[in-house]
C-alpha cells in the first residue's frame, strides 16, 4: 500500500513523497533538504523524482538528490530541466516498478509552457496548475490554455484526490467567497480549512468533488461566478475563457 506524505518546503511548497515498502519517490522537490532529511529518519531509498513544471521552487533539488543516488527523473518534455532523463508528454505512461505505482500523463500548459499533471492510484499531482480553491497564475500560456486544462483535470473522478504544490487554500477560499458568496459548501470548507491550519495541519489533498463544488476558476460557466466576473469588469462577458481571465486577474489584485 502506497503512503503520500507531505514534506514541507520554503514557505508554503509540499514535496509530496509517495512511500510503499522501503522505497520512496518525490514530486516537485525544490530542495534536496527535507528529502535527504526525511529518507534518512524514515530509512527510505529514492526510487524515481517527478516533476510537473521547471520553476525553481519545483525543481531546485533534483541535482542534489541525482548526485546522492542515480535514480529516473521523470518531467515534461518541452521545459528546461536539465536533469530529466526521460522526458514526458500527454498520454505517456510513468511506471514506478519498485512502488507498483502506474501514473498518466497529462498536458496541461498555461502556468509553464509544458506544465504536465501524474495522475494514477486515484490521486492527482498538479503543480501550479490547479490549486485547492484556486489556480496558479498564467504566466507563459493563455488564458484559453489555462481554462482548458483546468477543464481537463475537473473531468477526472470525483474521489480524485488532488496533490498540489502549494498551502494557499486558505487564501483561496477567501477570494472565492468573494466571487461565490452564496456557495454554503464553500462556508463549510473555509471553517474545515481554518481548523486543519489552525492545528499545523495540510489542507491537502482535497478531492476533485470538492474542487468542482467550490473553486471559481472550475466554476466559470456558473451564473454566480459570470455575475462577479461582470461586475469586475463592468462589462458584460459570458465566454467561459473571458470569464476565467477576469477572475485570475482578480485574484492577482485581491
Ligand atoms: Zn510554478
Redesign the pocket.
Known sequence: MLEIVPLPAFRDNYIWTLRGGKNAAVVDPGEAGPVKEYLAREGLALVAILAT?H?P??VGGISELVAMKKVPVFGPKGEPIPELTHPVGQGDKVEILALAATFSVLDIPG??RA?VAYYGLESLFC??TLFACGC??V?EGTAEQMLDSLTKLAALPDATRVYC?HEYTLANIKFARAVDPGNSMLAAREEKVAKLRAAGLPSLPSTLGEERATNPFLRCAEPVVVESANKYLGARVADPARVFAAIREWKNRF
Open positions: 513544471h520553476h521552487d519545483h502556468h509553464t506544465h503543480g501550479d496558479g497564475r504566466f504544490g
